[in-house]
């Protein structure tokens, strides 16, 4: 009759368990999410297309016409589950992130930009994980800025 | 020869015989066989010919081995029955529900690595929005999904811009 030492057994279960239970450590902690934020003056004026944005250059053409677009400003946030980071953006505006929660394949983020005292806008996004969204529109100069936030976790 | 009631009928001996006949009748026959030397030849001649093959059956009967009779047909119909149902057993369980299980699987794993591809999820999902803003398109990018925001803005931002 096979004997089952009850110390042994019981150290295999925990080990047993624990791998099982790693995955989950993950939502169980409060993950980081790497955030980045590329701002962009999208523009007809002239003829550019910055260096560091010529994989986006495809894409970009795709949906807008503009001529020129030049990367003003570049931001890495890595920010907990529930912490705010802000990234000060061109005209005064300031974008606010928050991440929410992270379920699947997708983050949730909380976005706020405003101006002074003012919201320009409010919004609630799943983002999925190593993929931007692009927010563009508010005028700037002679042309738009285009803000691409990106994630990853 | 008169015939009294239906006298000499070769059925009324038969059914003397066999005792299919009401008491009256049984009595009226029994009458006619004391007068009738004809129909008392044929009938003792009918008692005779059953009594033979009653012999006869008897005597087979001995000779023969029931058991081992009944074994045999047992054993026969046994024997079909095991093999009409054994290849078409073996049949189902080890070649058509295999195969079955085979395909369908073959389709799934197809279809997920080769269909679902070819689907991409947009960038972001958007839950909500809201602010300040006259208008706001969401579009998407026609390669990567990528998904665009293009806000706007109120013109008294354009205001405030300007005296900045």
């Known amino acids: 009759m096979l004997r089952i030492n009850p110390c042994r057994a019981a150290f295999v279960f925990l080990v047993l368990t624990a791998i099982a239970l790693a995955p989950c450590t993950r939502a169980w902690a409060r993950p980081a999410i790497n955030i980045g934020v590329e701002t962009i003056l999208a523009s007809q004026k002239d003829r550019f297309v910055d260096p560091k944005l010529l994989p986006l250059k495809n894409e970009l053409n795709s949906v807008f016409r503009y001529t020129s677009y030049r990367l003003i400003n570049s931001r890495q946030l890595q920010l907990n589950i529930g912490r705010k980071g802000t990234v000060q953006l061109p005209g005064g505006r300031v974008l606010t992130i928050v991440p929410k929660n992270i379920k699947g394949k997708r983050a949730t983020l909380s976005l706020m930009m405003h101006k002074k005292k003012r919201n320009i806008f409010n919004t609630e996004i799943r983002l999925r994980n190593h993929s931007a969204i692009i927010v563009g529109g508010p005028k700037y100069k002679n042309g738009n800025l285009i803000f691409r936030i990106s994630n990853s976790f | 020869m008169d015939k009294q009631y239906s006298s000499c009928d070769e059925q009324l001996i038969y059914r003397y015989f066999d005792k299919d006949m ?117 579009l998407e990018t026609p390669e990567t999904k990528q998904t665009i925001l293009w806000i706007n803005e109120d013109e008294s931002f354009n205001v405030e811009n300007q005296s900045v």
């Open chain 2, 22 to 138: 009401d008491p009256e009748e049984n009595a009226r026959f029994q009458n006619h066989l004391g007068v009738c030397k004809t129909c008392s030849m044929q009938l003792e001649h009918l008692k005779n010919q059953a009594e033979a093959l009653a012999d006869r059956i008897n005597e087979e009967s001995e000779k023969a081995d029931f058991y081992a009779l009944e074994k045999k047909v047992l054993g026969e119909i046994r024997r079909k029955n095991r093999s009409f149902f054994n290849w078409k057993d073996v049949l189902f369980k080890k070649i058509y529900v295999p195969a079955t299980v085979a395909v369908a699987m073959t389709v799934l794993v197809s279809f997920y690595y080769f269909y679902m591809p070819l689907y991409s999820p947009p960038s972001a999902i958007i839950n909500s929005f809201t602010g300040e803003f006259s208008s706001v398109m969401i």
